[in-house]
């Protein structure tokens, strides 16, 4: 009997700690997205984290039922399991972002630099023969280019 | 303006670059020069730009690749009809360049000509490193077998295209190790290619863009990067098409 209440409580206790550990990570998740150093495009696979980590606590059968149903028969594996695949998501989510960006980047750079060129071009002498008819013309007013030809 | 570009990729180059320019201005004086300063830090825009070639400033380095299709870009923004790649290092000879056009010209159903070290009747010159000649073997058996022609010298960067080679690289350009992948790209827009046997030197200055030390990585990615090209499910497009798309 005592045996199965000191089980009981620190079952409890653990659960208790779990819950904390998923609302914190739900506050911090939702404190960086308020301050803006979080998209929340990259904060929801985050709070999913979270929350999944809650219902786990919170619905004491669950892992488990999940756990037995997907043949392994020690529960915290599966939740081992279900982690590492949760960062592996993260991961390619993380290279495809940044496949994207690198991608981008390089468009930026190679415009600047034909942008730069037809600037430069038009200030060094030969004003309006390169312009063609569907670029604006703000671009000469501003004198951001330093590296203007004297 | 001419019709034709010479697209000339150069990071830290200082000490090659003006001769380049001046070797490609005499001999072959009907092509323009625009030189992609890849992210120098040695002066090598204002070197070209003193000598006398349209410079394109990249902000900072992007690799070969990014830097030879902002070229691309430029020649298809500017109109040109044809565009040859010079190296920056001295590496190619422009007096090929005339043999590269006239191959081009001779052949009306031809998009690329690439200029290869390997093919007679020419012999000696810059043949590469034993270790890399390996690698060049190997791409060279392998793409031969994928395009379906003889190919000697598949990293070959001297190559000179058409209007509709200009577009196709302008769209789409590939990254790293551009040259093994641009020949597949092509192949797999029903673009025509052929080799005319140049003559290489080694580099004058600078340092190649591949140190030995990256030479696996390179053989890894490169393989990788033409079993994905040849998988990609790439409409059956003519490049003429998707520019005329973009333009839209």
């Known amino acids: 009997m005592i045996l199965a209440t000191n089980q009981i409580s620190s079952f409890l206790g653990q659960r208790l700690e779990v819950i904390i550990f998923g609302v914190l990570v739900c506050l911090v998740i939702f404190e960086l997205v308020r301050r803006k150093h979080l998209m929340e495009r990259y904060a929801l696979l985050w709070l999913a984290a979270g929350v999944i980590l809650l219902v786990l606590a919170l619905w004491r059968g669950l892992l488990t039922t999940f756990s037995h149903a997907v043949g392994i028969y020690y529960p915290p594996a599966a939740l081992f399991g279900l982690g590492f695949l949760f960062v592996l998501i993260l991961l390619i989510h993380f290279s495809i972002a940044i496949s994207r960006l690198s991608d981008q980047n390089k468009i930026l750079a190679q415009r600047l630099a034909l942008l730069q060129q037809r600037l430069e071009k038009d200030e060094g002498g030969q004003p309006d023969r390169e312009r063609s008819e569907d670029e604006p013309v703000e671009g000469e007013s501003t004198p951001s280019v330093s590296r203007g030809r004297g | 303006m001419s019709r034709h570009l010479a697209l000339v990729p150069a990071h830290n180059e200082a000490g090659a670059i003006a001769a380049t320019i001046e070797a490609i201005q005499a001999q072959a004086p009907q092509f323009d020069v625009l030189v992609i300063d890849d992210g120098s830090s040695d002066g090598t825009g204002e070197l070209a730009t003193a000598a006398g070639a349209e410079v394109l400033r990249l902000p900072f380095n992007l690799g070969i690749g990014g830097a030879m299709q902002a070229g691309y870009i430029y020649a298809e923004e500017n109109d040109y009809e044809i565009a040859v790649q010079v190296d920056g290092d001295g590496q190619h000879d422009p007096s090929f360049i005339s043999a590269l056009l006239e191959r081009l010209d001779h052949d009306a159903g031809l998009n690329m000509v690439t200029g290869s070290r390997f093919l007679a009747p020419v012999s000696g010159g810059y043949r590469s490193s034993a270790a890399r000649r390996v690698g060049i073997r190997f ?35 590939p990254n790293d190790y551009p040259e093994v992948e641009a020949i597949v790209l092509m192949h797999t827009h029903r673009l025509r290619s052929a080799e005319v046997p140049v003559v290489m030197s080694p580099r004058l200055t600078g340092e190649s863009a591949i140190s ?10 490169v393989l990788l990067a033409v079993l994905v090209a040849l998988l990609r499910a790439r409409p059956v497009r003519e490049a003429a098409d998707a520019a005329a798309e973009r333009s839209r």
């Open chain 2, 212 to 221: 030995s030390s990256q030479s696996v990585y390179y053989m890894i990615k």
């Open chain 2, 139 to 173: 791409f060279s058996w392998l793409l031969s077998l994928v395009t379906r022609q003889r190919i000697t010298d598949p990293t070959s960067g001297f190559r000179m295209t058409d209007r509709r080679g200009i577009e196709l690289f302008a769209n789409d350009y």
